[in-house]
């Protein structure tokens, strides 16, 4: 916790300054701006500032939910600009006499405290401290210059604390492949390097790939993955360190004097002011190694024990979340495919949360809800046109989501009417799961089916040939008949007798061993997914 500001403000100053901001008509009327400016003060106040971070921001200021991707949602950069530019206001109208003055730089999100510029200091001509600071029994020696920023006097942050808010972004990273770049920019401050990189080797063609990295150029990742990684002395001469967890200089592989003499040194490193490099492999795996590597100038400097030491606290960490990281893509896959499949399938699919609200459906559902014939959307609800079936569909959703009907059952199904007449649409409500976990995400409990029995199936002709044998006319004469035309519509159609139909209905019959009409249709039924996936 931060006990003093530098010159004559103490940290009681500073939060009532805020508080006198925040009452202010010009922030009366903003609580987004308001809760932001708290927030990023505060938390610098506590010494929690390397923790100002968009992601973090958007989750505890703006409610946003851990899947928060700022990529799709600026809600983080436009408040901040709102917030910069409210500030100014504040302090060329309300403001223009306060002695202390909050500003956030662009670029960050870590607040400065200044002095007004032309503000006289706390003390009295003889050098003692004046009244408003006189309680304050350790003060620190008032700025050298009015205008000049007023320094959070704090202990140093120690390596320990840095590593934990580093840690935090891989994490973060490892649910938004967004967060990557967050994450190896605190890195490369932890380090004092210029660049960092994440990089995998394919160790069976022998060649590396820059996946992504900071502070430099993207058309230099474009040569060193087209041309120079084939020339990275590092990894030429340093097979030994592309093993699980081991960290390294780039001395240790290729020393400096040999360096200066390589094609990647002077042709690549020399443009991009590098010369120095740590790294360490994170994980090798099916023949492909990943690994982080960060560099600097010459000038800098070598890397040495402390930065080795970082990268080894780090990389079980990245490992971790590289696992982490495969297991959501997989999942994401796995959803990915349901969804495809769910959209082949010829009734409605509608999944909801327990209060009847839409998680998520099927092409088929969407064009059954669009029509707005029976069914529809209200605030986000799933509810019937009709109210006595609203109510109806109401009770069979909340059953399955927390409990039973009056006949024991959970779920079930009812009639839609629809406000078209045709017939009513088959609507089934099934629970998907019967209890709530507390580490549970939020997710769909409830799947709803809609069937509309005027519903035409269109068979896949060339699948029924594929299946049964069928000739292509008899595919033809076999889709009319699970549609229900008659022997006499056939004929009519394709200008042939009764009994070449009758032949070809003998032949459809034995080849799909069916009897009748009526066994022949249900079999085409049964096979709708099947037809329709194809």
Known sequence: MVTHVAGSFSV???????????????????????????????????????????????????????????????????????????????????GKDDRLRIELPLGGYVPHFSIAAGTPTNRAPNGALAPHAAHETNAAPEASDPGSEVLLMQKPVGIEERLFGVIETIYDAAQHEAQW??????????????????????????????????????????????????????????????????????QMACPDDALKRTEFYNDYLRRLNLFYCVGGTIELNAGVSSWISSLRAHSAGPFGPAEMKVLERLLPHLRRALELRRRLAGLQSE???????????????????????????????????????????????????????????????????????????????????RNSFEKPYIVRVFPLRSSVAILDAPTARVALFVSDPGWQSVTDEDLLQQLYGLTAMESKVATLLGEGESLERICELFAITRNTAKSHVARIFQKTDTNRQSELVRLLVSLEPCLTLG
Request: glycine share 10%; with cysteine; hydrophobic share 40%.
């Open 12 to 94: 009681e100053d500073v939060l009532g300054h805020l508080e006198r901001v925040l009452r202010s008509s010009s922030f009366g009327r903003t609580k987004a701006l308001s809760r932001l400016l708290r927030h990023v003060v505060t938390s610098t106040l506590e010494g929690r500032q390397d923790l100002l971070k968009e992601y973090s921001i958007g989750i505890d200021v703006f409610g946003r939910g851990p899947f928060f991707d700022n990529r799709l949602d600026p809600i983080v950069r436009v408040q901040v600009r709102k917030l910069r530019a409210r500030l100014k206001k504040y302090y060329e109208t309300e």
């Open 181 to 250: 770049p967050l994450f190896l920019t605190a890195l490369t401050g932890v380090i004092k390097g210029e660049t960092t990189a994440l990089v995998a080797h394919d160790h069976q063609r022998w060649q590396s790939s820059v996946e992504i990295a900071v502070g430099v150029d993207h058309s230099y990742e474009k040569d060193y993955n087209e041309y120079y990684s084939t020339r990275n002395p590092w990894v030429t001469r340093g097979t030994q360190f592309l093993k699980t967890g081991l960290v390294y200089v780039g």
């Open 335 to 417: 959803f990915d495919c349901l969804v495809a499949a769910l959209d082949r399938v010829p009734q409605g699919c509608i999944l909801l949360h327990g209060d009847g609200r839409v998680a998520g459906m099927n092409r088929a559902a969407e064009e059954v809800l669009n029509r707005q014939d029976g069914l529809c959307t209200l605030h986000g609800k799933l509810t019937a046109v009709f109210a006595t079936d609203s109510r109806r569909l109401d009770e069979l959703i909340q059953s399955a989501f927390g409990g039973v009907r009056s006949d024991g059952q959970a779920g079930g199904v009812m009639a839609i009417a």
